[in-house]
């Protein structure tokens, strides 16, 4: 069965992460040994873990942040949470930015999914929507093209045209939001090449030195900028094979990295 390329990529996310995490903490171990080689401890506790982010995080990580809105008292409440990748669902012939602008959308908390308002000591109706308040030096976009549908009781791919800019700013930053108007340059694409979510074959595309390369298994070819359009999807809801963008991946023009 094929692996899937979006659980690979936090797969190996996290497990650099973890990796950095355990050679610091192994450092700060040695460091903290007294001459006898025991570990120096404060009233019988073990050494602190360490915990500050590392350069993962710094390159990766973003956070977004919900805020919703009590439709009774009116009061606002939010919430963040890091990402290393936003998951955004594909339409018809649309765009990544309309994608990203659908993401935001207001969404109504009513019936049985209410808010509890803290405010209120009740649940009540109110309106929610997610905001980017830090944007990440580089920002991996996941495309959802793999849905259930019931009528089939099978995840099917969906090969809906959307178009990647080589050039993207995010208009739904929060109004705390830190460098709002980072532009970002696309930098690579992941691209998936079949009917399915359990079958097909992922091939990238790389932007290294001004030029586009095409990595597929051990082919590597130089392509024109023009040849990404190739992989924006099919512009019929016929189910075919397709070779169509899965994860983006653009560079802030301020990153360092």
């Known amino acids: 069965m094929q692996q899937d390329a979006h659980e690979f990529l936090n797969f190996l996310i996290n ?10 903490n192994q450092s700060t171990l040695k460091v903290q040994k007294n001459t006898s080689g025991e ?9 602190q873990q360490n915990t500050e982010p590392t350069w993962v995080h710094e390159i990766f990580q973003g956070t977004l942040t919900s805020e919703t809105r ?16 936003l998951q955004v669902d594909v339409g018809q012939n649309t765009s990544i930015t309309h994608c990203l602008k659908c993401f935001s959308d207001t969404e109504t908390l009513c019936n049985d999914n209410k808010f509890k308002c803290d405010n209120c ?3 009540q109706e109110a309106q929610k929507r997610m905001r980017v308040k830090k944007l990440p030096l580089i920002l991996a976009l996941h495309l959802k093209r793999f849905k259930y549908m019931e009528q089939y ?39 998936h090449c079949g009917s399915g979510p359990n079958r097909g074959h992922y091939i ?34 016929i189910q075919k094979s397709s070779e169509t ?8 023009r301020d990153a360092s990295c």
Request: aromatic share 12%; charged share 25%; hydrophobic share 40%.
């Open 15 to 24: 497990h650099i992460n973890e990796i950095i995490l355990a050679e610091r």
């Open 39 to 47: 570990n120096v401890q404060c009233n019988g506790t073990l050494p």
């Open 121 to 123: 000591s009740s649940y």
């Open 245 to 252: 963008g899965y994860i983006l991946f653009y560079q802030s």
């Open 70 to 85: 009590c439709l009774n008292c009116e009061t606002v409440s939010s919430k963040d949470e890091h990402f290393f990748d």
């Open 204 to 237: 990238s595309i790389v932007k290294s030195h001004g030029f586009w390369l095409l990595f597929d298994d051990d082919m590597v070819d130089k392509i024109d900028a023009s040849a990404i359009e190739d992989f924006y999807g099919l512009t019929s809801d």
């Open 153 to 191: 009781n099978r995840h099917i791919k969906v090969s809906h045209r959307v178009v990647f800019p080589l050039e993207l700013r995010l208009f739904n930053t929060s109004d705390d939001a830190v460098n709002p108007d980072r532009l970002y340059d696309l930098v690579a694409v992941v691209v």
